[in-house]
């Protein structure tokens, strides 16, 4: 069933409140630590950071399988929406809007709907052909009826824009934060590689553990932390792989890690690693780089975006082309043996770090989409 996170309001009486009011519709795996990512992150930090600026934020999370749900998990979110007010403003998370058109469709002509999109729900890797169809014509539904749509990145607006056909005046971008964080200590000796992804195809661990074998003869140690149980299937050839390649004592697999164990990981690495085949944005990037730790990573999706471009310095890092390991390691293998290149990547990375923006402005993009349909609800009644 859902859960209600916020005071005991219903939404239909939400709207009746003085001041601003939305209703965040997220999967109820919202706050599990044992699964964390980025888009939990940040519809986390949004309902966090939006009664700063005024707006009373009503919260639901609704369990299930998103993005294929069960009968009851439809059914709570049939019933969030069939009481919410006529002209509400609810903000749902595009991993349940998308999944469920025939539910979310036909509220569109009374609600407010705006649909955030953390990643295209046909993006996923792992699916068949018809998971992949059928997840695709469903999200071209819903956002074709949404009132609004927000994404994360402009490459993942105008991915959204181009593949569904949708209006750009009703797509918006608010890009995720990043907190101001102790910049990492790293290592003296033996370079220490970060790789924070869960354990999925989409996240290319099996070509980042053949880029590491390809230059298993210079020093380093790899710590990849992320979620081990969505694709039990895949955690074991990469660890299969892991053992041929001769790595099990210097690649590490230690499962989630979130809050100030996850910061002592930044704290600790000297280069961040992320080998995805597609990342809407790519929060870690931010993350590492919020701690001055240089980033090699995949230009994919909104990759570039999250990674930056420094005028003095170039990239804070190195970006790569994806899914080919002989690139990621050659880049690699050139940050470990150029002295003067980890001194000019970790410079850019410092620079990088004082221009990124906080998630006070991610919650103030977000807000003015928000506010901009209150208006025309209230003008409507």
Known sequence: MGELRAAPVNPSAATTMAGRSVIVVMPGGVDDPSAPSGGN????RVCRDLPRIGWQVHEYAVAGTWPQPRATARAELARILRESADGAVVLLDGLVACAVPDIVVPEAERLRLVVLVH???GDETGLTPAMAAALNAGEHRTLQAAAAVVATSGWAADRLVAHHGLDPGRVHVAAPGADTAPLATGTDRVPSL???ASVTPRKGHLQLVESLAAVAD??????CVGGLGQDPGYVTRLRELIERCGLGDRVHLVGPRTGTELNASYAAADLLLLASHAETYGMVATEALAHGVPVLATAVGGLPEAVGHEPDKGVPGFLVPPQ???AFASALRLWLGEPDERRRSKEAALARRTALAGWDTTSRSLA???EQLRKESQEAA
């Open 218 to 223: 210079l020093p380093w140690n790899c710590v």
């Open 324 to 326: 080919d390991p002989a």
């Open 41 to 44: 992150t940040y519809d986390r």
């Open 194 to 196: 970060l790789c924070v």
């Open 119 to 121: 990643l295209p729900l």
């Open 368 to 370: 003015a989409v928000l």
